[in-house]
């Protein structure tokens, strides 16, 4: 009599299939390549619209000091809210070791405007001498001229 065997053992396959992993990595890479570019505005604002706009390369550096206005008078440094008060010596202190003395606002162009101006007037009182005002250009308007000939 003879004693039958089985090989099923041999039939398993042990090897870990990586390309489901690949597949889900790529994807949350591109994720995160496509949102990074966001999150460099921190605080919503409208800007306004100019015709002539000229940019501002510095203003999107990590490094770069920008206040943001909103539309209810909110002063942000950064992502952190300060008050006006309180504006003049955190610039200074940001400040204090950079060659270029250059702070960016980025205000809601339905801001109020002295709420801009008083936050301008404090940066300035700590010794800063460029401020750039952030901008848009304005999109031109493609509709033809509707009047009646």
């Known amino acids: 009599?003879?004693?039958?065997?089985?090989?099923?053992?041999?039939?398993?396959?042990?090897?870990?299939?990586?390309?489901?992993m690949v597949d889900v990595m790529l994807v949350l890479l591109i994720i995160f390549m496509v949102i990074t570019p966001m999150l460099e505005n921190k605080v919503n604002v409208t800007l306004a619209q100019t015709e002539n706009a000229v940019a501002m390369e510095?203003?999107?550096?990590?490094?770069a000091v920008t206040i943001a206005i909103t539309r209810d008078s909110r002063v942000y440094l950064g992502q952190d809210q300060v008050t006006i008060a309180d504006l003049g010596p955190k610039v200074a202190d940001l400040l204090q070791n950079k060659t270029?003395?250059?702070?960016?606002?980025?205000?809601?162009?339905?801001?109020?405007?002295?709420?801009?101006?008083?936050?301008?007037?404090?940066?300035?009182?700590?010794?800063?001498?460029?401020?750039?005002l952030l901008t848009e250009n304005r999109?031109?308007?493609?509709?033809?001229?509707?009047?009646?000939?």
């Open 1 to 20: 009599m003879a004693i039958v065997k089985r090989d099923e053992g041999k039939k398993v396959n042990s090897n870990i299939n990586v390309t489901p």
């Open 58 to 63: 510095d203003a999107s550096k990590e490094d």
């Open 100 to 132: 270029s003395k250059m702070v960016y606002f980025r205000s809601d162009a339905r801001a109020h405007y002295g709420t801009v101006m008083d936050a301008i007037d404090a940066v300035r009182t700590t010794g800063v001498d460029e401020v750039g």
């Open 139 to 149: 999109q031109p308007n493609t509709k033809p001229p509707t009047g009646g000939e």
